[in-house]
């Protein structure tokens, strides 16, 4: 089954498909299609796109956004190694909270 992906203008920007693993990916083409246009561009597929990508649309500048879905990035963490595993484990046990350096005071009283 496939789908089209559209800009917020309605042009054609690519097809989504999903993989045999059951994972959305989007087949990104090379120039944004116009259907209302005379002689709306050829398909040219530049590929799938992995990844969290803004995407511009040609025919009217608007930037739409190609999120990862949970099932595409529980897809790549499987294909990992079991130690970029641990470092991606590691890494996500630090959460978002940064190291806090403290700075001597040196205000005077008086």
Known sequence: MEKQWRCRNGH????????????????????????????????????????????RCEVCDDV????????????????????QLTQLQARLSKGRVRKVTRVKNRARMG
């Open 64 to 83: 739409t956004l190609w999120g990862i879905s949970v099932d595409a990035l529980a897809d790549l963490i499987r294909g990992l190694r079991q130690e």
């Open 12 to 55: 054609i920007l690519g097809m989504i498909r999903w993989n045999g693993n059951a994972v959305p990916q989007l087949m990104l083409f090379r120039h944004a299609i116009d259907m209302d246009s005379e002689h709306p561009a050829a398909v040219d597929v530049i590929g799938p796109l992995v990844g969290q990508v803004p995407v």
